[in-house]
């Protein structure tokens, strides 16, 4: 069993026992707060920025690579097909 859900057995075993619910564990330390913090700062930047550069790509060459990529964007599907004659302007989603 993980360390939370030994926690909750616990912690529901002491409820049955007293009646009173224990305060919730601290389980991080401020220094572990911190650096939680940070890294959810980091991946919101970097989400904002991917869907930035999505954005930019689908307005600036929305064709599709020749061979299959790995990890495209949601936006990756509206692209032309590569190989596809039609200028860009006329099927770009802008």
Do not use: W
Request: glycine letters at 8%; hydrophobic letters at 35%; aromatic letters at 10%.
């Amino acid at each position: 069993m993980g360390l939370l859900s030994d926690l909750r057995h616990h912690q529901g075993k002491a409820q049955r026992l007293t009646g009173v619910r224990p305060p919730p564990p601290r389980l991080l330390n401020f220094i572990e707060k911190l650096h939680c913090t940070y890294c959810e700062y980091g991946n919101g930047l970097m989400g904002y920025m991917a869907e930035i550069l999505a954005r930019t790509e689908q307005y600036f060459c929305p064709i599709k690579h020749a061979h299959k990529i790995l990890g495209t964007h949601a936006r990756y599907n509206l692209f032309l097909a590569y190989g596809d004659h039609r200028p860009c302007a006329d099927s770009a989603t802008r």
